[in-house]
């Protein structure tokens, strides 16, 4: 916990206070003091998790109308409004640092922000559904469940409720391929063909190599990222590589091995030249994920004007009595 401004303190001092709280381990708050690069850097990380969150419900809302029963309905509905809530923390989160999330949709719109690389791929059979949340939601907790330590105690705190439905997430995922899997020779193909395209853009998901990660050594320094991008990736391959096993597919990659020297797995080149167009905003859908959230913005304004009408109404009554 650093000084709060309500008494002259000299910026050396603030900047001293601020170190020795992020050295501790010490959590820092909103009211606290914080460099304006800590302060720029987490609206940069939140606003592009929240983004991601809120795009992600695109590629497997996709598949509500299509799901094959109504028990996989329901589940798909509801991780897909859960996807909703973490959006809607996580901007939360972004507000307690100044920020407006009006302003940060506008600047995902306007490709000022990015939204996750993983979300630019299309659904194409339902058991993209299962893959989402076997490599997609099981690599968010490989990279989410650190965050529960990050030093911005908002964003760790809304970390923890998120970590615990993604594990749901995963789970459920993993349990539809089981089930793919005991099925028919076409249900096993269309998993292979699902973790044929999804296993790279998975791991393009923890961000470049290290040595070319601009934000990653400040982001450790300042306890915001507690691993690094590789080293979050490895752990996603180690977990990842006995699952294949269990599920009966093949991971595609034809690097891949285990070091019993290290205790790893290790893999194969990543494309990082379709990673930067995609990152770049040259993604196979991003066009039309852009297009449907300025859509669901512009179509549902009238929503947001008559809550802000309503809510200025209730304030002004509330002065008032
Ligand atoms: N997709 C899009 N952009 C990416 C990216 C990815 N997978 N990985 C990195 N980038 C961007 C960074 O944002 C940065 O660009 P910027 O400076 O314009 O923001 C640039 O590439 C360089 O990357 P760095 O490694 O220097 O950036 P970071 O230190 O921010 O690391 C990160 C990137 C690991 C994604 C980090 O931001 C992070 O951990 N974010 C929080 C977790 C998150 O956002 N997860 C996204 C998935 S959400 C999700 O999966 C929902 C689940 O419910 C399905």
């Not at 001092?13 to 009211?31: K, N, S, V, Y």
């Amino acid at each position: 916990m650093t000084a709060t401004l309500d008494r002259p303190v000299d910026e050396d001092e603030l900047q001293a206070q601020f170190d020795a709280t992020i050295a501790a381990e010490h959590r820092i708050e909103p009211r606290d003091w914080m460099p304006e690069g800590y302060r720029k850097t987490l609206i940069r990380q939140i606003a592009q998790h929240a983004h991601s969150e809120i795009i992600g419900m695109q590629p497997e809302g996709d598949w509500l109308l299509a799901a094959p029963s109504l028990r996989r309905k329901a589940i798909l509905l509801a991780k897909v409004q859960d996807e909703a809530g973490h959006g809607m923390y996580l901007y939360s989160a972004a507000e307690t640092l100044g920020a407006d999330r009006a302003d940060l949709t506008d600047k995902l719109i306007e490709g000022k922000q990015k939204y996750s690389s993983i979300f630019n791929y299309r659904t194409l059979s339902y058991a993209d559904v299962g893959v989402i949340g076997w490599f997609v939601d099981g690599a968010a907790i490989c990279n989410q469940v650190p965050l529960c330590r990050s030093s911005y105690g908002p964003y760790a705190r809304a970390m923890i409720r998120i970590c615990k439905e993604e594990s749901f997430h995963q789970r459920q995922g993993y349990e539809l391929l089981m089930t793919m899997m005991r099925g028919t020779p076409e249900q096993r193909e269309m998993v292979q063909d699902a973790v044929d395209r999804w296993w790279w853009p998975s791991l393009m998901m923890f961000g470049p190599p290290d040595d070319d990660s601009p934000n990653s050594a400040q982001s450790m320094a300042w306890g915001i990222k507690r691993h690094s991008n590789d080293e979050l990736r490895q752990r996603y391959v180690d977990m990842s590589v006995p699952q294949a096993e269990v599920l009966g597919v093949t991971l595609p990659d034809p690097d891949l091995s285990y070091d019993p020297e290290t205790g790893h797995y290790r893999f194969g080149q990543i494309d990082w030249d379709e990673f930067k167009r995609v990152v770049g905003g040259d993604g196979p859908a991003n066009k039309e994920r852009i297009a449907r959230r300025r859509a669901a913005r512009d179509d549902n304004a009238w929503v947001t004007e008559a809550a802000m009408a309503y809510a200025a109404k209730h304030a002004a009554r509330t002065e008032a009595a």
